[in-house]
C-alpha cells in the first residue's frame, strides 16, 4: 500500500525557515517523480513544484522559485521541501504527492496518491 | 485566480445528475494538455478522480465520469450520494507558466 506522511510543519515568524520531510512506502521511491501541492485557508489547490525520480531536475511554481528547495533522498525513501523566507501567504497546508512515472516536463501528470498534508503557519 | 476556472459551487439532490466546468485557454487546455480531477473530501486528501480525460483509477465509482472539448472539461457525477459531498479540483499543465495548474474549486452540496 502506497504512503506519504509529511512531517516539519509548524509556525514560523516571517522572513523565516522550515523544511518539511515526506516519508514514502509501498513502492519503489526512487522511480517515480514526486511534487508538493498547497492550499492555503479558504482557497484552492495550487501546485508549488515537483523533482523526477532520479533528482537533480527540478520544477517552481513562479510564487516560489528563488525561495523554496526540493530535494529527496532516495536511500531514505523521502521528499524534502525547503521553505525560506516565507511570508504569510505562504501559509497552507502542504501536501507531497506521487507522480505514475519518473519524470515530470513539459506534460500534463497527475498525481496519483497524497499525503495527508502538513499544516506551515506563517504568522508573527 | 485561477488558470482554470471552476464555479465556486454545484448543488444536487440525491440521485440527481451534476456536472462541474473547467474552463480554460490555449496555453493549457486549448493547447491539447490533459486534464484530471481530484476530489477533496473535509479534512481529508486530494483523491485521484479521473485521469487523462477520462479514464477513472480503480475503485472510482463509474458515476464519475470526465469530457474534454476545446479549451473546457467537465466532470460529470450521476446518482448523486450524501458521500459525494466534497470539493472536487481540476489540474492540467500550462505552457507559458511551465507548470501544473488547478482550478480554484468546485464545492459539492448534496441537498
Known amino acids: 500500500e502506497v504512503q506519504l506522511l509529511e512531517s516539519g510543519g509548524g509556525l514560523v515568524q516571517p522572513g523565516g525557515s522550515l523544511r518539511l520531510s515526506c516519508a514514502a512506502s509501498g513502492f519503489t521511491f526512487s522511480s517515480y517523480a514526486m511534487t508538493w501541492v498547497r492550499r492555503a485557508p479558504g482557497k484552492g489547490l495550487e501546485w508549488v513544484s515537483s523533482i523526477i525520480a532520479i533528482g537533480g531536475v527540478t520544477y517552481y511554481a513562479d510564487s516560489v522559485k528563488g525561495r523554496f528547495t526540493i530535494s529527496r533522498d532516495n536511500s531514505k525513501n523521502t521528499l524534502y521541501l525547503q521553505m525560506d523566507i516565507l511570508r504569510a501567504e505562504d501559509t497552507a497546508i502542504y501536501y507531497c504527492a506521487k507522480l505514475p512515472q519518473g519524470y515530470y516536463a513539459s506534460g500534463s501528470y497527475y498525481f496519483d496518491y497524497w499525503g495527508q498534508g502538513a499544516l506551515v503557519t506563517v504568522s508573527s | 485566480q485561477s488558470v482554470l476556472t471552476q464555479p465556486p459551487s454545484v448543488s444536487g439532490a440525491p440521485g440527481q445528475r451534476v456536472t462541474i466546468s473547467c474552463t480554460g485557454s490555449?496555453?493549457?487546455?486549448?493547447?491539447?494538455?490533459?486534464v484530471h480531477w481530484y476530489q477533496q473530501l473535509p479534512g481529508t486528501a486530494p483523491k485521484l478522480l479521473i485521469y487523462d480525460n477520462i479514464n477513472r483509477p480503480s475503485g472510482v465509482p463509474d458515476r464519475f465520469s470526465g469530457s474534454k472539448s476545446g479549451t473546457s472539461a467537465s466532470l460529470a457525477i450521476t446518482g448523486l450520494q450524501a458521500e459525494d459531498e466534497a470539493d472536487y479540483y481540476c489540474q492540467s499543465y500550462d505552457i507559458s507558466l511551465s507548470g501544473s495548474v488547478f482550478g480554484g474549486g468546485t464545492k459539492l452540496t448534496v441537498l
Open positions: 490555449s496555453s493549457n487546455i486549448g493547447a491539447g494538455y490533459d
